[in-house]
């Protein structure tokens, strides 16, 4: 009885843990995790990157990077690198051209906020 419920209290502290990894941060104004997000309301412009990057930053496809939990900074002048070309990503250039330089911080700002879960495990 004993080891079973130590196993159980292991088991919920283990979760709780892992939750914790994964929750909800808003970045600061570097660019990294702080506080909640839960005030930040999607972009209108969300749906266009979601398709490939998920809406919460998770890609749910094969090559397409996470976007969640990245610092802001760094996935603004990502963006800025696609929209001019330094990047030279067709789709992306497409895609980031017409949206403006408020909407980029929104959305960067968006995926910063995203909770990033650890990598999954290799696969064999």
């Known amino acids: 009885m004993r080891v079973r419920r130590f196993r159980l209290v292991s088991a919920a502290v283990v ?3 892992l939750l914790a990894a994964c929750s909800s941060r808003l ?3 570097a660019g990294h ?3 909640s997000a839960a005030h930040l309301q999607p972009p209108a412009q969300l749906g266009l990157c979601a398709a490939c990057h998920g809406s919460d930053g998770i890609a749910r496809q094969p090559g ?6 990245q610092p802001a900074g760094y ?3 990502a963006m800025h690198e696609y929209r001019d070309g330094t990047r ?6 497409g895609a980031l051209g017409p949206i403006s330089a408020q909407q980029l911080q929104a959305l960067a700002a968006w ?3 995203q909770p990033a ?3 999954r495990a290799a696969r064999r």
């Open 15 to 17: 979760l709780s843990l």
């Open 27 to 29: 970045p600061d104004s």
């Open 33 to 35: 995790a702080g506080s």
């Open 64 to 69: 397409v990077p996470n976007l969640a939990g």
């Open 75 to 77: 996935l603004l002048q």
């Open 88 to 93: 030279d990503v067709a789709l992306m250039r």
């Open 111 to 113: 995926y910063a906020a």
């Open 117 to 119: 879960c650890p990598p």
